[in-house]
């Protein structure tokens, strides 16, 4: 693999700035969260290679960059790319997948990438940041969303009878792990209780599987209960205390799922 290199300062240089200039949300932390639980359970070997690849470089905040980006107009192709739409009635077998792209081709083709040898080290970067941010995207049950309402996107919510307005997709994307006022570093250590056996049964799966448990948890997502419904939708402290456990569960098995497959990678001998 490459160093980095003097022709790469360049590179470097527009994402600290872009990534200083900042301020993150909960949500950004949501990814922050599954960064460091990968972390945890890397091979030596594999933590060796990444640091090859990206120096001293904060993963974390590196798998920030494919939201920072998606905006310019060099990526905006990307933006297709952090989700897929499928209504309950249909199955991915056999569905029409958008042009533009999804967030499953997306995770195939940089897993691809990241195991091409002949990549530059400014495209081993890249990859690795639209990977890890993809991982932690599909086990985000709206990025795996409904046509109708893009996802939650448009899904007006009263949270906790704020006046601020919200939508339902950001109650999954951050107001969720809000509640819990925890830094990124803190949260993750919170979670990452998992089993060995867990850690084997969750990174046995694969891109398409972790789609469908997505989808499979819609049903809880869209359950407003006992909340009285007008005409925009109320979320109140039940559907917190219902819905948490399943954030937390999601970032935890995106962590290490995020961590297995990086393992193949770098070092198959782990695993």
Known sequence: MLTITRCLLPFFTAWMLLCSSM?????ADGHRIVVNIAQSHLSPKTAAAIRTITGDADLGKLSLWPDKIRY?????QSKYWHYISIDDSEEFNGLKRSSDGDVLSALEHFYTQLQDPQLSNKQQIEALAFFM????DIHQPLHVGRRDDRGGNSIDIVWLQQSKRNNLHRVWDSLILDQENKTPHQYSHHLDKASVRQIAQWQQTNFLYWARESKALRNQVYNFSPEIQRKRTSIGTAYIERNKPIVEQRLLMAGIRLAGYLNRIYDPQAQ
Do not use: Q, T
């Open 133 to 136: 941010h993809f991982v932690a």
């Open 23 to 27: 301020s993150f949300s909960f949500g």
């Open 72 to 76: 310019l107009p060099a990526w905006e």
